[in-house]
């Protein structure tokens, strides 16, 4: 579903991405690791909406950079959620609506039943609070059954009950064939969900597999008492279905190299 090669994402002397080989398959894959590990970045690239350095992505078989046409196929949520300020959230969902040719009313009513955005879809976004934001900037991901979803923080900012809900659309949509890509640090409840997880850290890919092979090592990853003695990473294709392996080194020691600068992954 996506594809990258050899990619690399520079922003001036930054190397947000490097080297990154990977092939994200369908279903849902999460996408974790410690910030500014090129999360969001690969995201980006990933939607076209940055253009790599070095290298190369694919979406769904096209050049997203080149093609805007797979754009259509694709529905987004950032965070911080970006969104206009004066406009309602209706008005926004519309003009999303509007952009990939589908009918606006219908695909309101549809994702506001789904995240219980009714109460306040006529307010003005600036006047929201920060769930509801959320909230707007999932939904918008909806609009027009993508093919497949990016969720960039998607549990994040909201209530328990919220995120359960999300959680249980997620897995609906799963079911009908939409494929996604989440970035969460609350990752845990997803983890049922998942087929596929990728932990980018300090802009390499640090674990890559089917999410029941690396179930274990995520965990011993990401748990507290065990971060400092974890250390596995996955640079090409062939090793991306290996379980990780203890070692000394830190995930969440890692920041992104500069340009010059050796990789310590
Ligand atoms: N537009 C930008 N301009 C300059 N540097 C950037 C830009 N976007 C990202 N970076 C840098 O690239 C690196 C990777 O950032 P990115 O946002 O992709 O990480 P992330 O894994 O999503 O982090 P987080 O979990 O904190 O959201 C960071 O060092 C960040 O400062």
Redesign the pocket.
Known sequence: MIEAKNLQKR??P?V?LDDVNIKVPKGLTLLL??????????MKLALGLYRPTKGEIKLLGRNPWKDANVRKNVGASF?PPALPKFVSGREWLSFLAEGKGVDAEEEIAKVSEMFNLEAFLNRRIDRYSSGMLKRLSIAQAFIGDPKVIFLDEPLANIDFDSVAQIVSVIAQEKEKGTSFVV?S?IWEPLLPLADYAVV?SA?RVYLAGRAGDVKEGLENLFRSDKLSHQHTRVTNEEKQDKEPSASNESLFNK??RRKGEKSRV
């Open positions: 922003f001036g930054i947000a690791g410690p910030n500014g590990g090129g999360k969001s970045t690969f965070d970035i640090h980018l802009g920041v992104p």
